[in-house]
């Protein structure tokens, strides 16, 4: 069966320093394979996505990049935070090029907090 | 943008049926009505999905209507487990695979 794996779970930064939060996906090839973000009290704010390694497409511009080095491995990096980039970041993953029967698998999130 | 409008809020008694309806007026013929929920400080969970048709799985029910401009998540059963966030979706294809979700149905089953 497929897994998705998030860390770490929890995370307090201070503002200006560097992030990478990481993804792996078990069980699957080729997923396509996403980055969500929630602030608090709001809905999913889609941030990036990817349909194969070194494939990236940025929904909002911002500070974070995403990259795919592996197949199954999707990295959110910053390399300054803002007070902003608070909140609850989701990382997905779905089967690949199926056309509509897109579902998406979440994995248990990151919460981070930028002081 | 989100396609779709639910209800902020909605309550239900433990025990009895939970009906969640959808409005997706400008939904176009290749799309597909996609159902989550988030219970509090976890990821969305996938509950179910539907073109056309009615869909009926171990989680829910998933009535479209005949014209597919509205739809209704029904948990025949709820326990106060099923407290989430529900989102109702409709995948938008804009050369990759998006999905909007918008700000969803807090449902609050009580005992």
Known sequence: SQTIHQWPATLVQPVGSPLSLECTVEGTSNPNLYWYRQAAGRGLQLLFYSVGIGQISSEVPQNLSASRPQDRQFILSSKKLLLSDSGFYLCAWSVGLAGDTDTQYFGPGTRLTVL | DAKTTQPPSMDCAEGR???LPCNHSTISGNEYVYWYRQ???QGPQ???HGLKNN???EMASLIITED????TLILPHATLRDTAVYYCIVRVYTGGFKTIFGAGTRLFVKA
Do not use: P
């Open chain 2, 39 to 41: 219970i509090h400080s």
């Open chain 2, 46 to 48: 996938y509950i179910i």
């Open chain 2, 55 to 57: 869909e009926t799985n």
């Open chain 2, 68 to 71: 597919r401009k509205s739809s």
């Open chain 2, 17 to 19: 049926a939970a009906n």
